[in-house]
């Protein structure tokens, strides 16, 4: 077994790329500084054995905290038994039968947000497309109303300029401050709708039931917070899918000549350009991975990119390849964390990116205008300028 020499992750993206390709599977960074996992069946395997390896990493919230809303209704730092209650009451109402009844309305909010940008020459892409379409898809399936879709669309680009290095000061007051503005709108919301409920997700929570339970209102309304921050991962992948195809012309060709191909390519993009780059956990237990013993009570630096580019599964892992015939990637996770909404955002992005293709002859990303994140963060951008070369309408 090779020991590599440890140095911190770069920020900037194309380093940070070299630095994952050259870190052995498993390995311990000196002093406090935890464990790492890159190598794919590692990785899977980390995630796999939630027995063992904590998703609990966040510190419980006093009554008093800005982020109380993400206390009780969030899975994504919760562990079994609570989880899989949660995640099974969830699920009642969340099906993806549901998710593909949501087609007609996904399509409609695409072509509504895709009209007021045909003819224009460039777009601010995220603030005026990918970001609107995400929040807009997830609050009328919450069936929330316009003026609070609103609220969540300010709430979510406040959330994902945290990861943006060149943003202004102040963020992290920012996210604070709507988030007690979202979670005091959001238990009013409830409280509507248990009152009168209709058709939406949001009644669905409040029905759903198993073995005489059912959600209370602090958890509906941190799971309703939780599917509108996370689902805005949806828009992280419609940048990168923009960034990746506009360094790869002949895979853009290749789309509006074989549209059968969409579905590979958002999943090469997902592989490629992981929009998460690492998740955290914590061992609970001593547990051995690649062959390294990691004691109990050590935090645990798990890296989807790296795992998404591991020689080892994926053959020429570095290379953008829309036809790979063999591409079990993680961007969505494994185990029981699996993102509960992936159905959803890979509807959403199938059809925005479908209509973007048919709607154009051309598009490019300006750089200038592009503000990329911190990739050891998440691979994506808070902003991205697309110039665009329009067809003539039929």
């Given at each position: 077994m090779t020991t590599s020499v440890w140095t911190p992750p770069p920020a900037d993206e194309a380093e940070l790329t070299d630095w994952l390709r050259a870190r052995d599977p498993v390995t311990r960074a000196p002093g406090n500084?935890?464990?790492h996992v890159f190598g794919y069946p590692e990785v899977k395997e980390v995630l796999a054995q939630h027995g063992a390896f904590s998703n609990a990493v966040v510190r419980p919230m006093s009554d008093d905290s800005p982020m109380r809303l993400y206390r009780t209704g969030n899975l994504t730092w919760m562990d079994p038994p609570r989880h899989?209650?949660?995640r099974g009451l969830v699920s009642q109402a969340f099906t993806p039968r549901?998710?593909?009844?949501?087609?007609p309305m996904v399509r409609e909010?695409?072509?509504?947000?895709?009209?007021?940008?045909r003819g224009r020459p460039e777009a601010a892409y995220v603030r005026e497309f990918a970001s609107p379409v995400v929040a807009t898809v997830i609050a009328r399936m919450l069936g929330i109303p316009d003026k609070g879709q609103q609220l969540f669309q300010q709430w979510s680009r406040s959330l994902l300029a945290l990861a943006d290095p060149s943003a202004e000061g102040n963020g992290l007051q920012k996210v604070l401050t709507l988030t007690q503005v979202a979670e005091a709108?959001?238990?009013?919301?409830?409280?509507?709708r248990r009152a009168a409920p209709t058709d939406d997700l949001t009644s669905k929570l409040i029905a759903a039931e198993i073995d005489g339970e059912r959600l209370g209102d602090d958890e509906i309304a941190g799971l309703v917070a939780l599917l509108m921050s996370t689902g805005q991962a949806a828009t992280i992948t419609l940048v990168n899918a923009m960034i990746v195809l506009g360094r790869h012309p002949e895979a853009v060709a290749a789309l509006r000549a074989r549209p059968e191909l969409l579905d590979s390519a958002i999943d090469e993009v997902m592989r490629y350009r992981s929009e998460t780059t690492r998740v955290e956990r914590r061992t609970v237990r001593?547990?051995?991975?690649?062959?390294?013993e990691i004691p109990a009570g050590q935090s645990v630096s798990v890296w989807i990119a790296a795992a998404n580019r591991d020689p080892r599964v994926f053959e020429n892992p570095h290379v953008f390849d829309i036809e790979r015939s063999h591409n079990?990637?993680?961007?969505?996770?494994?185990?029981?964390?699996?993102?509960?909404g992936a159905p959803l955002a890979r509807l959403e992005i199938r059809i925005a990116l479908r209509e973007l293709l048919d709607s154009t002859l051309d598009f490019a990303i300006d750089p200038a205008g592009t503000r990329l994140l911190d990739p050891r963060l998440m691979f994506g951008a808070s902003e991205a300028t697309v110039r665009f070369t329009w067809k003539e309408k039929q």
């Amino acid at each position: 077994m090779t020991t590599s020499v440890w140095t911190p992750p770069p920020a900037d993206e194309a380093e940070l790329t070299d630095w994952l390709r050259a870190r052995d599977p498993v390995t311990r960074a000196p002093g406090n500084g935890g464990w790492h996992v890159f190598g794919y069946p590692e990785v899977k395997e980390v995630l796999a054995q939630h027995g063992a390896f904590s998703n609990a990493v966040v510190r419980p919230m006093s009554d008093d905290s800005p982020m109380r809303l993400y206390r009780t209704g969030n899975l994504t730092w919760m562990d079994p038994p609570r989880h899989r209650n949660l995640r099974g009451l969830v699920s009642q109402a969340f099906t993806p039968r549901w998710v593909a009844g949501l087609e007609p309305m996904v399509r409609e909010t695409v072509e509504t947000l895709l009209a007021g940008l045909r003819g224009r020459p460039e777009a601010a892409y995220v603030r005026e497309f990918a970001s609107p379409v995400v929040a807009t898809v997830i609050a009328r399936m919450l069936g929330i109303p316009d003026k609070g879709q609103q609220l969540f669309q300010q709430w979510s680009r406040s959330l994902l300029a945290l990861a943006d290095p060149s943003a202004e000061g102040n963020g992290l007051q920012k996210v604070l401050t709507l988030t007690q503005v979202a979670e005091a709108y959001l238990h009013r919301f409830v409280a509507q709708r248990r009152a009168a409920p209709t058709d939406d997700l949001t009644s669905k929570l409040i029905a759903a039931e198993i073995d005489g339970e059912r959600l209370g209102d602090d958890e509906i309304a941190g799971l309703v917070a939780l599917l509108m921050s996370t689902g805005q991962a949806a828009t992280i992948t419609l940048v990168n899918a923009m960034i990746v195809l506009g360094r790869h012309p002949e895979a853009v060709a290749a789309l509006r000549a074989r549209p059968e191909l969409l579905d590979s390519a958002i999943d090469e993009v997902m592989r490629y350009r992981s929009e998460t780059t690492r998740v955290e956990r914590r061992t609970v237990r001593d547990v051995v991975i690649g062959g390294h013993e990691i004691p109990a009570g050590q935090s645990v630096s798990v890296w989807i990119a790296a795992a998404n580019r591991d020689p080892r599964v994926f053959e020429n892992p570095h290379v953008f390849d829309i036809e790979r015939s063999h591409n079990p990637h993680i961007a969505f996770g494994h185990g029981i964390h699996y993102c509960l909404g992936a159905p959803l955002a890979r509807l959403e992005i199938r059809i925005a990116l479908r209509e973007l293709l048919d709607s154009t002859l051309d598009f490019a990303i300006d750089p200038a205008g592009t503000r990329l994140l911190d990739p050891r963060l998440m691979f994506g951008a808070s902003e991205a300028t697309v110039r665009f070369t329009w067809k003539e309408k039929q």
